[in-house]
C-alpha cells in the first residue's frame, strides 16, 4: 500500500501571487494542442488547416473549455444547489469543473471555426480530435497532484499493492483513479487516435473514434472512481461520469457508421 505523497497544490509563490498546480496542468495542456496542432497542420498540408486556424481554435477553446466545463458542472451536477445560490456558479475559485460540459463548449467554438474558414464542422473535429487527450491528462495529472477525485477503496482481499492512502480519503486504501484516467483517457487514447489519424479517413471518422474511445474509457474508469458524495450511484449503479459517456459512445458509433458509409476521405 503507498501514501499519496500530498505535494503542496501550490508550484510557485510569489509573495501574494501563487501559481498552482493545476492552473499550470492547464497551461501544458493548452501548450500541447498549440504545438502538436501546429506540427501536425505544417507536415499534412492535405488538411487545409492553418496557422491562424489554430489561434483561433486555441482562443475559442479555451473560453469553450471553461464556461462549458462550469456551466455544465452547474446543471449535471448541482443544478438544485446553483438555482438557489446563482451567485455560486460564478465561483469557480471553489471549484467544479465538468468534462461534458467543456467538450460541449468546444463543439460550439469547432463549428465557428468551421464556419468562419469554410472547413466545415467535421474536418475541424477530425482535425482537434487526437489533439484533446493529451489535455485531458494533463487535467487528471493535476488532480493527482491535488490529491482530488480519488478512486474507491479497494476491496478487502484484492490485490492492488499500488492502492493509496488519500488525505480526506479515510483509513482505508483506495484506487488511484485519477492515474487510471491519465493512462486511459489521456495516454493511451492519444496514441491510438494520433495513429488512427496520420493518414486521411472518411470525414467524421476521426472524431467518431474520439467520442467512443473517450466514452468507454471513462466508463470503465468511473468503475474505480469515487463517486460525488452529493450525488453517489445513480440508476443501475452507474454514476454521473458514466451516465453522461453512454450518449458520447452512442453518437460516435452512429457517426462511424455514417462516416464509413459516405466514404467523404478529405
Known amino acids: 500500500m503507498l501514501i499519496h505523497p500530498q505535494i503542496d497544490p501550490i508550484a510557485v509563490s510569489l509573495g501574494p501571487l501563487a501559481i498552482r498546480w493545476y492552473g499550470l496542468m492547464y497551461l501544458i495542456a493548452f501548450g500541447l494542442f498549440f504545438f502538436l496542432g501546429r506540427y501536425r497542420a505544417r507536415r499534412d498540408t492535405w488538411r487545409g488547416v492553418s496557422d491562424a486556424l489554430i489561434d483561433d481554435l486555441l ?12 456551466l455544465g458542472y452547474v446543471l ?29 463548449g468546444v463543439i460550439l467554438a469547432m463549428w465557428w471555426i468551421g464556419r468562419r474558414y469554410k472547413l466545415g464542422f467535421l474536418a475541424v473535429a477530425d482535425f482537434v480530435a487526437p489533439l484533446i487527450p493529451c489535455g485531458l491528462a494533463a487535467g487528471r495529472m493535476g488532480n493527482f497532484i491535488n490529491g482530488e477525485l480519488w478512486g474507491r477503496v479497494v476491496e478487502s482481499g484484492a490485490n492492488v499493492p499500488w492502492a493509496m492512502l488519500f488525505r480526506g480519503g479515510g483509513p482505508l486504501a483506495r ?13 493511451l487514447l492519444f496514441v491510438l487516435l494520433w495513429i488512427y489519424s496520420a493518414k486521411a479517413r472518411p470525414r467524421g471518422a476521426v472524431a467518431a473514434m474520439f467520442l467512443i474511445g473517450y466514452g468507454v474509457f471513462r466508463f470503465v474508469a468511473e468503475n474505480y472512481r469515487e463517486p460525488d458524495d452529493f450525488l453517489g450511484l445513480l440508476a443501475l449503479s452507474l454514476s454521473m461520469g458514466q451516465w453522461l459517456s453512454l450518449p458520447m459512445v452512442l453518437i460516435g458509433a452512429v457517426l462511424l457508421a455514417w462516416a464509413c458509409r459516405k466514404r467523404s476521405a478529405l
Open 59 to 70: 482562443f475559442w477553446g479555451v473560453l469553450g473549455v471553461v464556461l462549458g466545463g462550469r
Open 76 to 104: 449535471f451536477y448541482k443544478p438544485a444547489y446553483y438555482l438557489s445560490n446563482p451567485l455560486e456558479a460564478l465561483a469557480v475559485w471553489h471549484g467544479g469543473m465538468s468534462f461534458h460540459g467543456g467538450l460541449l
Open 175 to 187: 484506487h488511484p483513479s485519477q492515474l487510471y484516467q491519465f493512462a486511459l483517457e489521456g495516454l
